[in-house]
Each structure stands twice: as C-alpha cells, then as structure tokens.
C-alpha cells in the first residue's frame, strides 16, 4: 500500500505517516539510476555493529576513521568501488548515504574520559555501593526528605560563551569576557530526595573573607575565604555544621548524607559531629560521580549553563566593565533559581537509583567497558602465569633426563646425539601412555574451532579494525601498587577506628594554611638513585626536618614522610595534599600535578 493510499485509508496525514517511517528506519533509501552501494546490507550492517561497539568502549571512530577503514574494508574484500585510492580514504558523499542508510547512527562530539573513571565504574563497585545503601536504609528508615547528596562545583567569572548568530563565512567568531582566566570559587550544593536544596555553601580564593562578596546572593547563603579557593578538612566542618543548622537533624531525625570520597570529607572532627548530630555519610566508589552522584547527574550542567547566560547579559547590559567575584552572587542567585529544579533534582535520585532504591537501574552494557579492559588484563596475567608454569615444567622434565643419563653412562662416552633423541622422544607425546604423561606445553587448538566461527563469504571487519586489547604496560616502570578504595560509610566504628590508628602518631590541625609554603625542603628533596643512599643519610635528613614535616602523611598509602624521606614527594596543586611520587602515578610534573581526588 502506498503512502498516498494509507493517508486515505486510516484518515492519518501522509506526513505523519512519512516522518514515523524514517524515523523507524523503514523507508530505505532507493538506488538513483546507476549508483549503488559499495557493501551489501549484510556489511553495512557488519560495519555498524563495529562502530557502535567501539564507541561503548570509549574508542569511538571519528568521520575519517570510518572512512579509511571503509577503504580498507573494500579493499580486503576485492570489491570494485570509487573511493580515492591516493588517499586511501572512502567519500564523503559515501559517508553521507550510509549515515541515511543506518537511521541510529550520529556525528557526536565526546567528552573526554579518563582511564581511571571508565575501569572506576566497575559492576563490583557499584554492586558494593548499593549493598551498602541497602543496609543503611534498612537499618535506619530515612524518608526521602531525610536523604541527601552534596557535592563541589568550581566557578568563574569568566564564562564559556554558547553559540551565536554570525555572518555566513566569517573565521573567526567571538564573544565578550571579562577576563582571559578567571579564579576558581568553589560552590558546596545538597539536594534531597523531594526536590528541594539547601542554601550553597561557597569557598572564595582570598586570605580574608569580605562580608560585600556575599551581597545580594541566594537568602541563606553561607562564604568562608580560603587561599587556594579549595575544600579542605577545616570548611568541610563548616559546611555540616551549616547543613545541620538548614535541615534540623538530630539523633531523634537523623539524615543520610552521599558524597565522594575526597579526603576533606574523611577527618575526625568531621566524623564526629555527624555521629552525635544523627548524620550518616556514606561515600561513592571513586570516578563513579558522572555516573551515581546526583548533582552532576542532573543539576551542575544546567546550572553552569545558566551562570554562562547570566554573565552573557552582566556584560552586555555594562559595557566596557569587568564582572569580578563582587559581582557573582546576583548572577548564581538567578541561575540557582532556574537550574536546582524540583523536577532536576528528583529526575536525577532516579537516574542513579539511589531513590526510590533501584539497584538494577544500571544495564549490563554500562559495565561493558571496564569489563573489558579488568577482564582483558586479569586474562593476560594469568597466561603469563600459566606460561612460567610451564617453563618450569619442562626444564624440570629435560633436567631430570639429563641427570639419568650422567647415572647410567660413562660423562667421558657419553654420545650427545643420542640424548638428543632421548630429550626429543620425551618431548613427544606417547600414544600408549596415559593422557597425564602428555606435555602440557603444546597448545592443541580444539577439533571444532572452525565449527563455532561464523561462515561468512567475506573477510570480517573485526580482522581489520580489531577492538583494541590493553596492554600490560612497560615492564621498566616501578609504580607502587596502592589498595583501591570503594563506597564507604565512613560514620561507621569500623573505618573511624581505622582512621584513628593511621593517624595516632600523627599531629593533627584542623586547617593547614599554605601547605606547601610551610615546608620548603620537602619541596627541594629529589633524590634520583634511592638505592645508594646510606643511613647515616636518612638520620642527618631526619634531624634537619621539622616535626610536621616528619609527620606528614601520604594521601595513597598512609606512610610519613620521616620514615620514607629517602623517596621522591610530590604535591597537589588543588587541594595541597602530599603524596609519594610512584604512588601518585605521575605524568604531568611537580608544578601541575592534580591528585586523583581532585579530578
């Protein structure tokens, strides 16, 4: 039946009817005169599949890519085809009809993901998390006004400009800020489960804090002044304390409070007051926020797009002025307004699954890529292992055959040919003995591999752009294995009494000012060949440093500084924190080092 005549038929507008069909990917794009497609649908739908799974694994391809392995693709199958062969690249004019052709296909731009967040968001981790939401919800009934997560967002007064209108064929297109780069204020926000927000909690980048920074900002506003304009362990304390003053928690009405495991979050004081003021913290597994925090979730993108706006029209209706940090409370006032939404906020508990309670809310391929690449590398680490085993194996077979033959013969007669022989009949396996006495070393590939392929007319191409595989890393790096960390309910006895016992030997300060300025010779200490320094070295070391050098802590693997001076040191450049060097996997050197806490 054609279009025309179903319009007629079922009284529905032929347009309708035209708009659900492409939609649906039914109405197929029909040859025009002599042009054809390169691929049969079988191939196209082959190439599709390549492409979706390599996007899930964070190796999407880009227009090029697809284009040269569209060439390739061609070319191993000896197909006859019009692509450029100087450039070894398809058409575009080709990838244009076969984005038509394969309606769930898009050009999108990616954002950039780390190594750390896609292996972080592992179906064991999350799985954790959950269990440890299930038995605080089971072991305290919070009622969804009772239940909240608070996170940290950085802000500027220098906006990032949304697209424009301009003249057709310009190069280059701007848009008015007010400075090239701007200093970061950090905004603290808690959402609960119905909806509503407390007022922000805010961090400026200053010594001393400026009661005029605060003018006509969101009613309730709280702002405390630090130098790196950073969370720290002292204004995290601050910050409970202004979250119990808003939602009146008691031990009689406790609240359940979600956060990322910074180590800010992780002190004693800050412990402690939420154990008597009724509070439950529980922690996220690291790199999961894009994922489970709701906040990034659903409300930080909106809200920072709104900011944008608002300064987009701060300097359009005062030209020729500079918007400073004076003048950023009106403007997050307005986008606070628009953005932390009932609608956001409760759309974002249910993405997560964190309420109402959903722990199937995540599907099988949202773990596909980490998956892949722990399984991969647990895979590779155990064939090495199987492979030393069976080294081992062998030599002590041909020891064994050589230690008889000494035994049973003269050394000085011995006839090494004839060992030889012996040494290659037991390397052969026997017919007549058991299937025990068979090497183990020969890998016989099994009767019906050839069965279980496929049959296809043509090469796959899986065999030409295969998915890549990780790799275990250079053998010549030492890295220091630390042990990885999960979600957590750090208000529980059993991680305070761990924390306690780290920190026992350790002087403890609620608030460290200029932590990297207080201890210039743990910035000079480099020490490139570890092995050859004496003990009298590290004594004379010890003695020269002050006690808070000595004591200070690594934020990895909990060790001091006095008794692994002997080490390379480095410091974060947010958040001030120490670490050693190998456990920091550090690439981008000491000046710009940023701690995996802070990323």
């Known amino acids: ?37 390169v691929f049969t649908p079988q191939m196209e739908i ?56 394969q309606g769930n296909l898009s050009i999108r731009r990616p954002e950039a993901t ?35 997560n608070c996170d940290e967002t950085g802000i500027t007064c220098v906006q990032k400009p949304g697209k424009i209108l301009a003249k057709k064929g310009r190069n280059q297109v701007g848009r008015l800020t007010s400075l090239e780069r701007g200093k970061n204020t950090t905004l603290l926000a808690s959402v609960s489960a119905t909806g509503t927000f407390i007022p922000p909690f805010m961090v400026f980048p200053r010594v001393r804090m400026n009661p005029s920074l605060l003018g006509a900002a969101f009613p309730g506003t709280v702002g ?58 529980l922690t996220l597994p690291p790199h999961t926020s894009n994922k ?24 359009t209706n005062h030209p020729g002025c500079r918007s400073t940090e004076y003048d950023m409370a009106p403007m997050i006032k307005n986008a606070l307004c628009k953005a932390f939404t009932p609608i956001n906020i409760i759309k974002g508990f249910e993405k997560t699954g964190i309420y109402p309670y959903n722990p199937d809310v995540f599907q099988e391929s949202d773990f596909e890529a980490a998956e892949n690449i722990l399984q991969k590398k647990s895979n590779e680490e155990s064939e090495a292992a199987d492979n030393i085993l ?35 009949k037991s390397d052969a396996p026997n017919p007549e003995s058991p299937a025990d006495d068979i090497r183990t070393d020969t890998k016989v590939l099994p009767v019906n591999l050839e069965l279980e392929q496929p049959s296809c007319s043509h090469i796959l191409i899986s065999s030409i752009s295969p998915i890549p595989k990780p790799s275990q890393g250079n053998k010549n790096t030492k890295t220091k294995s630390r042990k990885t960390e999960g979600s957590t309910i750090i208000t529980n006895s059993p991680f305070k009494d761990q924390l306690e016992e780290k920190l026992k030997t350790v002087k403890t300060k609620s608030v460290k000012k200029n932590f990297g300025k207080a201890r210039p010779s743990l910035c000079n200490i480099k020490i490139k060949n570890r092995g050859t320094l004496e003990e009298k070295e590290k004594g004379s070391l010890a003695k020269t440093m002050s006690e808070e050098e000595k004591n200070t802590i690594c934020v990895y693997c909990h060790e001091i500084y006095g008794d692994t001076c002997h080490e390379e040191w480095i410091m974060c450049t947010k958040c001030g924190a120490w670490m050693h060097e190998e456990c920091s996997d550090n690439e981008t050197g000491a000046d710009n080092h940023i701690c995996d806490n802070c990323r």
């Not at 998390?129 to 605080?136: A, E, M, N, P, Q």
């Not at 659903?298 to 706006?309: D, E, I």
Request: charged content about 25%; hydrophobic content about 40%; proline content about 4%.
């Open 292 to 315: 489970l925090q709701t906040l990034d979730v659903s409300v930080f993108a909106p809200f920072k797009t709104y900011l944008a706006k608002e300064m987009d029209h701060w300097l």
């Open 46 to 101: 082959e190439l599709r599949e390549h492409i979706i799974q390599l996007e899930k694994l964070f190796y999407g391809l880009s227009t090029t890519d697809l284009r040269r392995m569209a060439f390739q693709f061609a070319e191993a199958n000896q197909i006859n085809h019009p692509f450029n062969k100087d450039r070894k690249l398809a058409g575009k004019d080709w990838l244009i009809s076969f984005l038509k052709r």
């Open 114 to 148: 780390s190594i750390a967040r896609v292996t972080g968001f592992s179906k064991n981790k999350v799985n954790e998390f959950f269990r440890h939401l299930k038995d605080v919800l089971d072991k305290n009934i919070f009622p969804p006004h009772r239940i909240y």
């Open 390 to 424: 069976q080294e081992e194996s062998i030599n002590s077979k041909r020891a064994s055959v050589e230690i008889t033959l000494r035994k049973n013969s003269n050394p000085e007669s011995v006839n090494f040919s004839i060992m030889s022989k012996n040494l290659a």
């Open 224 to 281: 405390f002044s630090a130098p790196s304009g950073w969370m720290d362990a002292g204004l995290f304390v601050k910050f409970l304390q202004h979250f119990i003053d808003c939602t009146k928690t008691t031990k009689e009405s406790p609240s359940l409070l979600i956060l990322d495991g910074h180590s800010s979050h992780k002190s004693i004081e800050a412990i402690n007051l939420a154990r008597n003021s009724g509070i439950t913290m």
């Open 1 to 37: 039946m054609s279009l025309k005549r179903a319009s007629v038929v079922f009284n529905i507008p032929r347009t309708t009817i035209q708009s659900r069909l492409n939609r649906q990917g039914l109405n197929k794009v029909r040859n025009l005169g002599r042009f054809k497609p």
